[in-house]
């Protein structure tokens, strides 16, 4: 599909920032221009362009890095050692390394997103026509892209537009990845604005895909009442055909659906996701089914369940086609990210490769046409699925016995399991016939079978615990509310206020995948944790399902208990991964909604107000993937901060703010130019957390913002000291940092806070217009 | 189990530099006796049960105790503590970490930069990472892992070892520090 080249060519701007002389900007075609506001600073801006926000940033968030490997092996120099103060044989050290390997993950990240919004834009012009215009919400939403109006400075109105704003994704991306060859950037911290530019284009490419979709597939609109979806291991009627759908891009699924929907054959297929395919599929059609997280992948497919498998791309399991084989269930692959060493059937007529399929002369096969995988997943599977009988590997309970019999405890699997699990003692307890420690560990395993590999033995460790856990696991029937979209406009208009007085007291968005490590409860206990506080509480991705799946005593899920409404109180699911967008847009709409800041082409001072007042903080409890990386590199640019779990702690840096330091935590008085303490206030921007305890206090704690009123300082103040105290025993030492006058300190804690600040020897502050950047300062001094 | 340099978690290789076993604890009680300023980290799995009734927190309080050394109880972990009646100081083991890492960081009581740091109770692969980023990013600090098993980014690491050998080798640690044993019950 030929693309023409943007143009934007101004030859002089007045604009708030200053005179832009002969701008001048090339990307493509020529953008029609409907929209009135003036170009802000930085349109489309270069790998440079932020670079002096993003220096703001790290100097008070500073990285730290924590090698996995003391060795840099990129190059035929290599390996070189970079222990210490050691440098390669490129001159580079080893903090530029680490931050050369976080830069490499957030492009492949970014390039993830991207090119999956690349696929889905070409699909859906192919299918609906470059015109076909952009919608996510109605008459509720006017800002449609923010994120796309905020970076580049355009505003999208139809699919063919979006082809522009990814010409300049895929450019960006490719300008970072080149900085990290041998010999390219040298510098950390500039390695580092360039991991922070990777997330802004990453953001920019999720928020291209979900619109997209959103606008032709028909997926619900922003809306707060979105239905509410079946998920569960158990949640199936597995007596029907099965087709298991792995992955991110819904197109093949799609056209799964709507081929059963066509020949009528609705309700008799049984259409089953995991992960994000799982998410948009939902929120396309109602028959379609939720089966869990990307760590139900092996349960799944060991168990027989599925009498087809169509995988499409992102986070699917390299060896889905020979466990698949194992239960003689065919695999479609339907992305060319993702082919699995598979003929490409693409051109070859339906019925050829169905009848391949159905006798088993091909494993699977490859197929590059969403149309064509629909006909052919939903024929085979009729005619595979009574010869399959739902043929399984998950032995039973006398083979595990018997095994464990033999096991010699010598402790491989367990130190090959990313969670430390203790599998031989499972293994010990089971030889006596006792397999409740190896049903115990279900609740906690991420499913990556690494036991089983390790196993001198060759014991499929992995199923044996999926055995011992099913009783549990076929309970599984959960609710989801099914992936909204956007926030409406009017909903900004409502909290917005709240939010930056701090009288919400924060935003938490728990979004990312499943490598928790303790389990997907832990997720749901702190979604709840909050959402009982009336915080906001958003989510996508894999954690907006392991959220779904605890129940109280009277069998509700939170999705059933709380509103889905961006409000305070709600519990609102975005959708998939590319959904993060939203949550960014969120934010930044609070920015130009409420407060009025303009959007256009103006990052830096839309980034300041939110690192400032807009008091947001993500948890990705499990993430995992580059793409995870980059989607927390973006919330970074924005001043958002970010906390993984224990396991983000392997992203080989952190960005840290130091308390003990006040020169670090001075803004300035946008109303006078003074420079003000105000407290280590959001204290970092990307920290792992040890434990859901410690996770849940600082997340409190990250709500605060300089700009709170002291109504709404007193308020956060509450959560982060009453759950420390519960959490931690005692009230938190620094809580002296966060009081900035009387007012702030809650009444309820007078008397003890006050204690405090007395043996601190705390001082009042001032509350200013805060800001870091100089050009915002009204009345200049001096 | 014999005393190898091998990582507990497999693929968690590190190395050229590696730590050095601790094959005779009491070096280690003579090395926190030596060290000017040492520092013991305990992370959360320490007030878990590591077998019947052996908790590597009451290790942890006694080496405490023993040596007057601050120690830094990380997550949510000076809860135990507490209920031990031993006054830790609550912080996150990646804030202790990048304090420790800074050479200018003049420690919890301001009185200068610490010499040595004991681990013990985190996560190991999240002790592998902060362990690594002292290895790389510290001058003058060395670093003890206490944990029953290898950690190759310290300066010094017990072996792989079984409960009973790494509770012997407490014992023996916690005696050449000169503590008072008769009210120990282990
Ligand atoms: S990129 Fe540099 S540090 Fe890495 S192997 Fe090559 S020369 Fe050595
Ligand atoms: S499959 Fe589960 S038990 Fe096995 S190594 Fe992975 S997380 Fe551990
Ligand atoms: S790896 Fe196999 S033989 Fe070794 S302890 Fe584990 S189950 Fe037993």
Request: net charge neutral; glycine share 8%.
């Amino acid at each position: 599909m030929a693309r023409k080249g943007v143009h934007v060519k101004i030859d002089e701007l007045k604009s708030d920032f200053g005179l832009l002389k002969n701008f001048e900007l090339s990307v493509g075609r020529v953008i029609e221009e409907k929209w009135t506001e003036p170009m802000g600073p930085t349109p489309f801006p270069s790998v440079i362009a932020l670079r002096d926000w993003d220096m703001k940033l790290l100097q008070r968030y500073r990285p730290f890095y924590l090698p996995y490997c003391d060795v840099c092996c990129l190059c035929t120099f290599g390996k070189c050692d970079l222990t210490q103060d050691k440098r390669g044989a490129c001159g580079l050290n080893m903090a530029s390394q680490q931050s050369r390997i976080v830069l490499l993950a957030c492009c492949i990240g970014a390039a993830t997103h991207i090119a999956h919004g690349r696929h889905l834009v070409e699909h859906l012009i192919e299918k609906y026509g470059r015109n076909s215009p952009l919608d996510i919400g109605g008459l509720n939403i006017d800002i449609e892209a923010p994120v796309t109006r905020l970076v580049c400075g355009i505003k999208p109105e139809k699919l063919r537009d979006l082809e522009d704003v990814l010409d300049y994704c895929e450019e960006q991306v490719t300008r970072l990845l080149s900085s990290t060859h041998t010999g390219q950037e040298g510098s950390n911290l500039d390695f580092e604005s360039k991991v922070f530019h990777a997330g802004m284009v990453d953001q920019v490419g999720m928020e291209v895909a979900d619109i997209a979709q959103i606008s032709v597939l028909g997926f619900p609109k922003a809306d707060p009442e979105a239905p509410l979806a079946d998920l569960g291991f158990g949640i199936a009627d597995v007596s029907k055909p099965t087709i298991l759908v792995i992955g991110h891009n819904v197109p093949s699924s799609v056209g799964i659906v709507d081929y059963l929907t066509e020949k009528g054959l609705a309700g008799k297929v049984e259409v089953v996701g995991i992960c994000c395919t799982a998410h948009d599929i939902t929120r396309y059609n109602s028959m379609a089914k939720i089966v869990g997280p990307i760590s139900w992948q092996l349960r799944y497919i060991r168990s027989g369940l599925a009498d087809l498998i169509v995988v499409d791309e992102q986070c699917i399991r390299a060896d889905t086609l020979i466990e698949a084989q194992k239960v003689k269930t065919p695999v479609i692959a339907s992305s060319e990210k993702n082919c699995l060493g598979l003929e490409n059937r693409t051109e070859t007529p339906p019925e050829k490769t169905i009848a391949d399929l159905v006798e088993n002369r091909v494993p699977g096969v490859l197929i590059l046409d969403s149309d064509k995988v629909g006909e052919v997943a939903v024929e085979t599977v009729i005619k595979v699925a009574p010869k399959r009988g739902k043929f399984k590997i998950i032995p039973e309970i006398e083979k595990i016995i018997e095994a464990a019999k033999e096991c010699t405890e010598c402790n491989e699997c367990r130190r090959a399991c990313p969670n430390d699990k203790p599998i031989p003692e499972a293994m010990k307890a089971a030889a006596k016939g006792d397999l409740n420690p190896l049903a115990e560990i279900l609740e906690s395993c991420v499913g990556c079978a690494r036991c089983d590999s390790a196993c001198p033995n060759d014991f499929p460790l992995h199923s044996f615990i999926v055995k011992a856990g099913e009783e549990k696991l076929w309970k599984e029937k959960f609710k989801m509310r099914v992936g909204r979209g956007a926030i409406q406009d009017v909903e900004i208009r409502n909290v917005g206020q709240p939010i930056v007085l701090g009288e919400i007291p924060g935003v938490i968005a728990i979004v990312g995948c499943s490598n928790y490590p303790q389990g997907g409860e832990e997720v749901a206990e702190i979604a709840e944790e909050f959402a009982k506080r009336r915080f906001i509480v958003v989510t996508s991705g894999c954690a907006a399902m392991s959220m779904a799946m605890v129940k109280d005593e009277e069998g509700k899920t939170l999705y059933e208990k709380y509103t889905g409404a961006f409000d305070a109180g709600g519990i609102v699911n975005v959708g998939s991964c590319v959904s993060n967008a939203h949550i960014a847009g969120a934010a930044i709409k609070i920015a130009n909604i409420f407060a009025k800041r303009k959007l256009r082409a103006n990052y830096e001072e839309i980034a300041d107000y939110i690192h400032n007042r807009v008091g947001a903080v993500g948890l990705a409890w499990g993430a995992y993937s580059q793409k995870a990386a980059a989607i927390a590199s973006g919330f970074w640019r924005l001043g958002v901060p970010v906390v993984v779990g224990p396991h983000g702690s392997k992203y080989r840096r952190m960005l840290l703010g130091r308390q003990d330091k006040p020169e670090d935590w001075y803004v300035l008085d946008a109303r006078t130019g003074d420079k003000v303490y105000v407290g280590p206030a959001p204290e970092h921007l990307f920290t792992a957390a040890e434990t859901k305890e410690e996770a849940i206090v600082l997340l409190a704690k990250l709500c605060m913002r300089p700009n709170d009123t002291s109504k709404g300082r007193a308020i956060k103040l509450t959560h982060y000291v009453d759950l420390h105290r519960r959490l931690f025993g005692s009230l938190p030492s620094d809580i002296h940092l966060f009081v900035r006058n009387n007012t702030d300190i809650p009444i309820t804690m007078r008397d003890e806070v006050v204690k405090v600040l007395e043996e601190k020897g705390w001082q009042e502050q001032m509350i200013p217009d805060p800001t870091l950047l100089p050009r915002l300062v009204r009345e200049k001094k001096g | 189990m014999s005393a190898k340099e091998e990582s507990w978690q497999r693929a968690e290789i590190a190395g050229p530099k590696k730590a050095l076993l601790i094959l005779k604890p009491e070096v280690v009680g003579a090395m926190v006796k030596k060290a000017k300023r040492p520092i013991l980290v305990v992370g959360h799995l320490a007030a878990e049960e590591y077998s019947k009734s052996v908790r590597m927190i009451d290790y942890a309080v006694r080496i405490g105790k023993a040596t007057n050394m601050p120690v830094v109880a990380t997550a949510h972990t000076v809860n135990e503590f507490i209920k031990e009646g031993f006054p830790a100081t609550s912080m996150s083991a990646m804030d202790i970490g990048s304090r420790l890492a800074d050479s200018e960081w003049k420690g919890l009581d301001g009185g200068g930069s610490y010499d040595l740091a004991l681990f013990m109770g985190l996560p190991y692969y999240m002790e592998f990472v902060i362990l690594s980023g002292l290895k790389h990013f510290s001058t003058n600090l060395k670093t003890i892992s206490l944990d029953r098993f290898y950690n190759p980014h310290a300066s010094w690491s017990f072996p792989n070892l079984s409960v009973k050998d790494w509770k012997e080798n407490l014992e023996t640690i916690l005696a050449k520090l000169g503590e008072d044993r008769k009210d120990v019950n282990v």
